[in-house]
């Protein structure tokens, strides 16, 4: 008898458990459907982490405009700078393993490549500049924005990002100021890669992924990627292209990118990912001092008054301090949010750039979800 009712008491909690998490699905939705209904993307996907370890998922919209097929749950959208913090994770692993230290020169792993001469304040930028954006290194030089608009699909390569900048002035002296660069996390890549004798791809997989059971985090590096949905830049995009794939092919191949970006997310682990970064669950725990340990910023996509900590962005909010990271591809708009007061992560996918894709900053949308996820079910 004690065994029948033990088991009927599991079912019953099976059962509340399950409710709870359908009510969290359809607040998630509902939210979801009315950021929707105000902007002019054609589809997204929203997912939440929860306290309780769980994860939500919602999709609206449509996956492909032109064959009017929805967007699923499952599908995979572009996350372009959220990616940093993979790389990110990785390079506090080495850390936490001996292997490299967040103050040495970035000259002593790269400074025997011939291209790295031309690396603007090459001799004085340290790992840890390279993470928080305060190296002075500028963005892609304007001749290899010209080439990407002149041949967009053909195969770059991150160190050719890298050696875009290469010549340039630098923007300040190393470590006295904030400026984002895309060639900060390209180098980055490149000292990981010089590190470990392989693929930062397969590091962050084999010490990541895997381990964490993120699945639906696959790496960008191809113009072919199995399960990305289509994605719109819009008419006006400076590189002279909408849709973003033709025959199921990325127009712009997207493999230059590398640490600068580098992965299609599912807004579901999105989010878990995020949580787990933050919880220093994916690189040793006693590096969570450090990687608070920030500068000031401004304004950034999640928001004003940002600190660019290492890997990942903090952010004031009346729901307490946030971690995370925004991302931009063309086609595609990510952000995600992880509320540690809260205990709740929100991450949220769009598959339009277009300058109008959305009627209010995907922040909002963020924090509007966290807030209502937190309120009790009823």
Same mark, same amino acid.
């Given at each position: 008898?004690?065994?029948?009712?033990?088991?009927?008491?599991?079912?019953?909690?099976?059962?509340?458990?399950?409710?709870?998490?359908?009510?969290?699905?359809?607040?998630?939705?509902?939210?979801?459907?009315?950021?929707?209904?105000?902007?002019?993307?054609?589809?997204?996907?929203?997912?939440?982490?929860?306290?309780?370890?769980?994860?939500?998922?919602?999709?609206?919209?449509?996956?492909?405009?032109?064959?009017?097929?929805?967007?699923?749950?499952?599908?995979?959208?572009?996350?372009?700078?959220?990616?940093?913090?993979?790389?990110?994770?990785?390079?506090?692993?080495?850390?936490?393993?001996?292997?490299?230290?967040?103050?040495?020169?970035?000259?002593?792993?790269?400074?025997?490549?011939?291209?790295?001469?031309?690396?603007?304040?090459?001799?004085?930028?340290?790992?840890?500049?390279?993470?928080?954006?305060?190296?002075?290194?500028?963005?892609?030089?304007?001749?290899?924005?010209?080439?990407?608009?002149?041949?967009?699909?053909?195969?770059?390569?991150?160190?050719?990002?890298?050696?875009?900048?290469?010549?340039?002035?630098?923007?300040?002296?190393?470590?006295?100021?904030?400026?984002?660069?895309?060639?900060?996390?390209?180098?980055?890549?490149?000292?990981?890669?010089?590190?470990?004798?392989?693929?930062?791809?397969?590091?962050?997989?084999?010490?990541?992924?895997?381990?964490?059971?993120?699945?639906?985090?696959?790496?960008?590096?191809?113009?072919?990627?199995?399960?990305?949905?289509?994605?719109?830049?819009?008419?006006?995009?400076?590189?002279?292209?909408?849709?973003?794939?033709?025959?199921?092919?990325?127009?712009?191949?997207?493999?230059?990118?590398? #640490?600068? /970006? *580098? &992965?299609?997310?599912?807004?579901?682990? !999105?989010?878990? $990912?995020?949580?787990?970064? +933050?919880?220093?669950? %994916?690189?040793?725990?006693?590096?969570?001092?450090?990687?608070?340990?920030?500068?000031?910023?401004?304004?950034?996509?999640?928001?004003?008054?940002?600190?660019?900590?290492?890997?990942?962005?903090?952010?004031?909010?009346?729901?307490?301090?946030?971690? #995370?990271? /925004? *991302? &931009?591809?063309?086609?595609?708009?990510? !952000?995600?949010? $992880?509320?540690?007061?809260? +205990?709740?992560?929100? %991450?949220?996918?769009?598959?339009?750039?277009?300058?109008?894709?959305?009627?209010?900053?995907?922040?909002?949308?963020?924090?509007?979800?966290?807030?209502?996820?937190?309120?009790?079910?009823?």
């Amino acid at each position: 008898m004690r065994t029948i009712i033990a088991l009927l008491l599991l079912a019953g909690c099976g059962r509340g458990a399950s409710s709870i998490a359908q009510q969290r699905t359809a607040t998630l939705e509902r939210l979801l459907e009315r950021f929707h209904a105000e902007s002019k993307f054609p589809g997204a996907v929203a997912g939440a982490w929860l306290p309780d370890g769980s994860t939500v998922v919602a999709a609206v919209g449509l996956a492909d405009r032109d064959r009017a097929s929805p967007m699923r749950a499952d599908d995979l959208l572009h996350a372009g700078s959220v990616g940093k913090t993979l790389f990110a994770a990785l390079a506090l692993q080495l850390v936490g393993e001996g292997r490299i230290a967040l103050d040495d020169p970035v000259i002593d792993y790269l400074g025997r490549e011939p291209w790295y001469a031309v690396v603007p304040n090459g001799e004085t930028i340290t790992i840890r500049m390279l993470l928080a954006h305060t190296t002075g290194i500028p963005e892609y030089g304007s001749a290899f924005m010209s080439a990407l608009k002149e041949d967009p699909g053909r195969r770059r390569s991150p160190r050719d990002a890298v050696m875009s900048a290469g010549g340039a002035p630098p923007l300040f002296a190393a470590g006295t100021s904030f400026s984002y660069s895309d060639v900060n996390y390209q180098l980055l890549q490149l000292l990981e890669e010089k590190v470990t004798g392989r693929s930062a791809y397969e590091e962050i997989a084999e010490r990541v992924l895997r381990p964490l059971g993120l699945m639906r985090i696959v790496p960008a590096n191809a113009s072919v990627i199995p399960g990305l949905v289509p994605g719109y830049a819009g008419a006006d995009f400076f590189l002279g292209f909408d849709a973003v794939m033709r025959d199921g092919r990325l127009v712009l191949d997207p493999a230059f990118e590398g #640490g600068g /970006g *580098g &992965f299609v997310t599912n807004a579901g682990d !999105l989010a878990r $990912w995020m949580a787990l970064f +933050g919880q220093g669950r %994916a690189f040793p725990a006693s590096l969570l001092s450090e990687v608070r340990r920030g500068v000031p910023a401004g304004q950034l996509d999640v928001g004003k008054d940002a600190v660019s900590g290492l890997g990942v962005e903090i952010v004031p909010t009346p729901l307490g301090p946030a971690w #995370g990271h /925004g *991302g &931009f591809f063309p086609g595609y708009l990510s !952000l995600v949010l $992880w509320y540690s007061d809260l +205990g709740i992560s929100v %991450a949220v996918q769009v598959n339009s750039s277009a300058g109008d894709a959305v009627a209010r900053p995907l922040r909002e949308f963020v924090e509007d979800a966290a807030r209502t996820l937190s309120e009790r079910p009823r």
